[in-house]
């Protein structure tokens, strides 16, 4: 026992007792030359849960992990389950998995998160995903400013446009004649994206990499292009900004699961807050770490304390009104300056989740 407690920590931890899972899995380790540690039973996955880099639990063993409550670590994932099982998934959230590989068909994914092990993992930044509760919220706009502001702070920044149907995030910052790669290009990702080739395809704002859409007539993205893009801006980011539609699709699904938190957009007004509603009973499905941005409506309305309770949501921030935003929008004048209500909102939201950045805000 001496021996074994001075040995270093392996960098993965494989833990499963479905014997053809694990040869699967010692398969795709002996690929990616990685020695794991092994263990059959949830007492060694309990001992070992946080030793190693990346822990890969079978999919027998995440019910009985979850009704311990683990302590949440980064560098979890689930194997072997079934993409049409909804109450693996549920698991897995339960769990604080990072990713769910259905094998044999995402064997090359989980070959990839084996192989960053090795090297003792990699950045893995912070994700937010931003939703509108109702139409018109503003997530869009506040989606742009938290990554307009987190660059300023020299944050390593990526936003991505999740929403095929929505007027492009684009438009919101001026650049939709920006050189650069947008969604219809990556359409056809899949496995493992170059996170530096993804980065130097992109147009850039102010040092802000931004992934939007074009002007074509292509109104659907593959869960597996998501999944691929949004691994590659993870690896090389302090902070992901995936902006998406209330009409969760598999592509937003994807970010949904991987972001750090959702955060839903809601106006201060009883019709807004019955909408938003009907949105989080389903995305509690697949989005953790839910909160709420309560937007000040043109009239006095709710309290944002009032929005919050009445979604059993806790509050992330407010954000003001501004009555010349929708005009500076139109002119692609896009400035949340720190004092404003938008720029105070986006303060807020990346003090709540550490990001204060590297310069003053």
């Known amino acids: 026992m001496d021996n074994l407690s001075s040995m270093p920590a392996p960098a993965v931890l494989l833990a499963t007792a479905d014997e053809l899972l694990l040869d699967d899995l010692l398969r795709l380790a002996a690929a990616a030359e990685v020695t794991p540690r092994v263990e059959n039973d949830l007492l060694g996955l309990r001992r070992n849960w946080q030793t190693a880099v990346l822990v890969v639990v079978g999919h027998d063993l995440v019910e009985p992990l979850a009704r311990t409550q683990p302590v949440r670590r980064s560098g979890v994932v689930v194997a072997g389950v079934d993409r049409g099982d909804s109450d693996a998934y549920r698991q897995a959230l339960a769990i604080g998995a990072e990713g769910v590989f259905a094998l044999p068909d995402e064997e090359a994914e989980l070959g990839d998160k084996l192989a960053d092990a090795l090297d003792g993992g990699v950045r893995s930044a912070v994700t937010l995903a931003f939703v509108g509760g109702c139409g018109g919220a503003g997530a869009t706009t506040l989606a742009a400013a938290v990554a307009v502001t987190a660059s300023r702070r020299g944050l390593r920044c990526m936003l991505i446009d999740g929403d095929p149907l929505g007027g492009g995030i684009d438009l919101v910052l001026g650049t939709e004649t920006d050189e650069g790669s947008r969604w219809p290009r990556l359409l ?38 998501m999944r691929s893009v ?71 309305g709710l309290s944002a304390l009032d929005v919050a309770d009445h979604l059993s949501l806790p509050l992330a921030a407010k954000l003001g009104f501004e009555r010349d935003l929708p005009s500076l929008l139109d002119e692609g004048r896009f400035d949340p300056r720190p004092r404003s209500g938008l720029g105070r909102a986006a303060n807020d939201v990346l003090e709540l989740f550490g990001l204060q950045g590297l310069l003053a805000a």
């Open 230 to 300: 949004l691994s590659a801006a993870q690896r090389s980011s302090d902070l992901v900004v995936v902006d998406l539609p209330r009409r969760p699709d598999p592509a937003a699904e994807e970010a949904f699961v991987r972001a750090t938190s959702t955060l839903v957009v809601v106006p201060r007004d009883v019709r807004s807050c019955a909408a938003a509603a009907r949105l989080v009973a389903p995305l509690r499905e697949v989005a953790h770490d839910l909160r709420v941005v309560a937007r000040e409506p043109g009239l006095n």
């Open 188 to 225: 056809n990702a899949a496995g493992r994206v170059s996170a530096g080739a993804l980065r130097s395809a992109l147009p850039l704002v102010d040092g802000l990499a931004v992934l939007s859409w074009d002007r074509s007539d292509v109104t659907a993205l593959p869960p597996e292009a």
